[in-house]
Structure formats: C-alpha cells, structure tokens
C-alpha cells in the first residue's frame, strides 16, 4: 500500500533546535521577512535538546569589560589551543563575531552577570564579569551564573522564536536523509516520530545543526540526541568532514553517585578553585606518578590528568564505579560556599555533602572538533547545504579552547541562517519527485525479521566498544578491532529494520540511530587509526609524539574514503 505523505515547503529548513538551530533558524526570518517560510525541525523538544541548554558554564568572547582585549588576542589563543589545526578563517570568524552574539542576546534579556553582582538587564550599561577560564590569557568568559548559562541562552533564544510567526516549529521529527537533485540540497525526508509517518520537507536552502557525536560513548556529557546525526546526513548527500578524529574528553566528568539536573562536567571550577583531591581506589593520590602534581591545586592538564586516571583503573585501582575519586573534604563548608554558592544545596538535595564524602569522577566524551567541512559562510560543497554549530568541522583544530562551544553555536548559527536566506532568495525550488519517493519508500519499508538483534542492545554494544577502543587514548590494535565490530554490527543490522507506521516505534528509531551511529563511528575509527601521532584530543599510545608531518586535516569523502590535505 502506497504510504501516506505529509509535505510541508519551506524556502529555509534548519535541522536541530539547539542554540546553532535557533539562531539560525531567527536570522533567516529577519533576513526574509514576514512572509517568509522558514521550518525548524528537531527529533526532540524544540529548544529542550542538544548541548546548550545542558552547558552551565561560561561563553568565551573578547568583550574587554573585565580587562583590555580584543578578538585577536582571543583568535591567537583558539589556534594555540588547536595544536595547528585551526581553519584559520572559521577560528577568525568565531572570535571577530562572538562580541556582536552576546550584545544581541543581551539585549534580548539573557541577562548576563554584571560587575555588580547582578544579571544585566536590556540597555544595562554596567560592565559584564568576564572569568579567566584555562588557556586563555586573560579573563575572557562572560555567564550568567555558575548553573544557569546554558539555560539561559536557550531560554532566551526560544523567547525570540515565539515572536516571529514566520517560524514553523516541528518537535518529534527525525530526519533519515538529506534529498538532493542535480547536485544541489533541496530538502529531506524524517520520520514524524508521534505519528510513525514519513514527512517530506521540500526546502530552497537547509541548515544542519544536529550538534556532535559524543553519544557514540558510553560515558558522555551529551543529551540523547547527540549521536552525529548531521555528520551522517551531510557525508551522505555529498559533504565531506574533516577532524573527525578529534574528540574531546572531560577527565573528571561525574560519575557517582547518582546526579539529577546539573551539568556532570560541573567539578573543573570547583577544583580549579579550590584544589579538589584526585584519589585512586585506595585513596591515594596517584597523578604525580605520571609526570605532574597538582600540588594541592588544580594545575595538571586535562589530558595528563584523563591519561592518569584511565591508567589507574587499567591497574584495578580504580573507584568502585571505575573512575577515581574527587575529594574537597579537607575544604571548609565557608570555604565552598563561596566558591559554589547555591550549588552547594543543590548537591546537598542530590544527597551530595562534599565536606563528609568525595565524589567519583572519570574521562567523559565531552565535544566533536570534527565535523562537516564547510567555508565561512557556513556553506558546504553540496549547494545549498550548509551547516551551523558543533556540526561544522575546522574552527577549533585538534583541541577545543575552553568557552568556545556556545560562542560557536551563536556565531556560527546566524551566518548559517543569513547565508540560507541569501541562497534562498536567489534559487528557485525545481524538485522532482523521484529522490524523495526512493527516501520514502526506504524509510516505509522493513526487513526481515532477525531472530534476536536488538537496536537498543546494539546501540550499548557499540558505546561500550567506542569507549575502549576509540576513547581517550587510542592503539592500533584497538582501533582494529573496533572497526572488525562496528562491521559485524552494521552486518547484523542490515536487514533487521522495522517497517513505519507505528507511533513512537522505539525499535525503529533504535535502529535509524544505530545505522547513523555505526557510520560515524566508523569514520571517527577510521581518520584515528590513519593518523598516525598524538596532538591534542586524538591520542595514540603507540605514537606518542606530535609530528610536524601531521599538521594536516584528514577528510572524508564517502564512506571509507579519507584524503589528508593541508
């Protein structure tokens, strides 16, 4: 039976409702007026998913209100952090523009902390706090409070999305395929996932700002959203990615006991604050043994302190959880209190007291360098494709400078939007059916049933190897043998697809997440195993040094197919 098809037209269509999405999605409709159709689509709540709502710490960007700075000087520290590997003109475009993103949310009213201790209203004239985050060379991070910053900026930005009519916000909207028709993007396909429906999106111009990979992982700071939807997407359609071998780990992301409504990678301040003890399983300290102390401080870099911890549960030293312990006992309660504030009876409701117990932290996929190559207007090699956020691939090289991940989604998350709506004025939609027929018709239809293979179970299968495998610290026999499983599970898988048209069919969309993610994975393992040296994020045991030879970008062009260039 033919299945039936909703179609919605829209001149610009933005994938994922993060801030990236938001943004972009608000710029498109200011650059297209009242009558214009722009589409917001994201497989979960709009505005609710993806990272920034979950980030609850500061925004990197060169204001100069607590000292003298300028975009350069925050430019220089993005490439020194990158190890190299910064596209220079996206790092340029992240810091030159992230001071006109902050002073348009501030006069939206995210309310940004001033130096008189209150949250900025619109037209405040009082200077905002900047704090000087690691690896910057002055205080450079603008918030609006230590939980709250995240939260804010979304908050704000779906406050503007509701006052623009223009806008058409579509939650539950998985999309399974990027449709393109003479070489050029002129929508997608997704699964209505309420209704267990296919949609057709017929769209001018599309976004993609479906956010990272680390949900590849079993240990991750990510919403569930997050398994590189977009990276598969676009590789799909004809989009090359780059730097997917960089992926950034947390070395003391919370692990236990159980935390509800707070952000796990919330320990960094607090320890570089107040000098939180690292402790092995025997509650010992252990990261002088790798080549550091933290001298009672919070001095050792983050991949030094991920190498020590990840090395001492190998030698069954680790928590009982698997991590290590994190200790601010010998802190006084007056001594956190004005460290953390209101934090402190936050953990106290999660049964958390920090002056009568430690904490179990470990390393935690935490942010993607990698992703789709794209210029500085976001557009990618597939006209009318471009993309915004953690899904663009480039700005940040081998490793993230800390404060720039929302910086990036709101910079780069309204050049997509412009730069959508310029194209969209410009291009005629001239579609025909036979791609999205073929698109429809493979989302409608299953396989064969197969005794036994659960999506679900697969999905657990390939985090758990990700994480040992194709963590923190890579080999090559690891990388192997992750790519020798992530091919049997693609093989299990192939036929065992469930048929749509049921609503909120978990099964299939376990299995259209399990697809997705086992083909960024194999990219991720693939670009990993091929380089062969340790910069920044990307490890190897087994080549320990960074090698000048290497200070090029591996790009990946199909499937299985990678070309370094420089």
């Not at 722009?38 to 979960?44: G, K, N, T």
């Not at 991920?306 to 200790?327: D, F, M, N, Q």
């Not at 069919?505 to 399990?514: F, G, P, Q, R």
């Amino acid at each position: 039976m033919k299945p039936s098809v909703k179609t919605i037209e829209a001149d610009v269509l933005v994938i994922g409702a993060g801030g990236a999405g938001m943004y972009a999605a608000i710029e498109a409709a200011r650059q297209l007026g009242p009558d214009a159709r722009v589409v917001l689509a994201d497989r979960s709540l709009i505005g609710r998913g993806g990272a920034t709502i979950m980030a609850q710490m500061t925004v990197a960007v060169a204001m100069g209100h607590q000292q003298d700075d300028h975009w350069e000087h925050h430019f220089n520290d993005t490439l020194t952090a990158g190890r190299g590997l910064c596209d220079p003109a996206l790092a340029r475009l992240l810091c030159e523009q992230g001071p006109a993103a902050i002073r348009e949310l501030d006069d939206w009213g995210v309310g940004w902390a001033r130096q008189d201790g209150r949250n900025g209203t619109p037209g405040s004239t009082v200077p905002m706090r900047q704090a000087h985050a690691p690896g910057h060379d002055r205080p450079r991070c603008v918030y609006v409070d230590f939980l709250n910053t995240g939260p804010a900026v979304s908050k704000t930005l779906r406050a503007q999305l509701n006052r623009m009519p223009n806008i058409q916000r579509i939650g539950d909207l998985l999309v399974t395929q990027l449709i393109c028709e003479a070489n050029a993007c002129v929508g997608a396909v997704a699964l209505d996932i309420s209704a267990g429906t296919p949609v057709r999106l017929n769209a001018k111009a599309t976004v993609v700002a479906t956010g990272g990979l680390t949900r590849l992982y079993a240990r991750n700071s990510a919403s569930a959203n997050m398994g590189g939807d977009g990276y598969a997407l676009c590789l799909a359609a004809g989009a090359p990615l780059i730097d997917m071998e960089f992926v950034q780990f947390f070395p003391i992301g919370h692990l236990a006991p159980r935390l509800i409504g707070m952000d796990p990678i919330m320990w960094d301040p607090f320890r570089y604050k107040l000098g939180g003890r690292l402790l092995n399983g025997l509650h010992e300290e252990f990261v002088h043994q790798y080549g550091a102390s933290d001298a009672g401080q919070y001095v050792v870099t983050r991949d030094l302190a991920t190498y020590a911890i990840t090395k001492e549960v190998a030698a069954g030293r680790g928590s009982p959880h698997g991590g290590a312990w994190l200790s601010f006992e010998h802190i006084s309660e007056a001594q956190l209190r004005a460290a953390g504030g209101p934090v402190i009876d936050r953990l106290l409701a999660n049964g958390i007291d920090l002056t009568r117990q430690a904490i179990e932290v470990a390393p935690i996929a935490h942010y993607h360098m990698g992703g789709v190559q794209a210029d500085v207007h976001m557009a990618t090699r597939v006209p009318g494709l471009f993309v915004a956020g953690e899904a663009v691939g480039g700005a940040n090289g081998a490793n993230r400078l800390s404060g720039n991940a929302i910086t990036e989604a709101l910079v780069f998350g309204r050049v997509a939007g412009e730069s959508a709506a310029q194209y969209a004025k410009t291009h005629e939609q001239c579609v025909t059916d036979t791609a999205f027929v073929a698109a429809v018709n493979a989302l409608v239809q299953g396989g064969a049933a197969v005794s036994g293979f659960n999506p679900a179970a697969g999905i657990e299968t390939l985090q758990a190897l990700m994480q040992l495998d194709v963590g923190p610290f890579r080999t090559a026999e690891g990388l192997q043998r992750a790519l020798t499983q992530i091919s049997a599970l693609q093989t299990q898988m192939q036929h065992a697809k469930p048929a749509a048209g049921v609503p909120y069919d978990t099964a299939l969309v376990d299995w259209l997440d399990l697809r997705t993610m086992l083909s960024v994975a194999d990219c991720v393992t693939r670009a990993a195993l091929q380089r062969t040296e340790s910069r920044g994020a990307h490890q190897r045991e087994d080549f320990p040094g960074m090698e000048a030879t290497w200070e090029r970008h591996l790009r990946i062009t199909s499937m299985g197919q990678i070309e370094s260039s420089q």
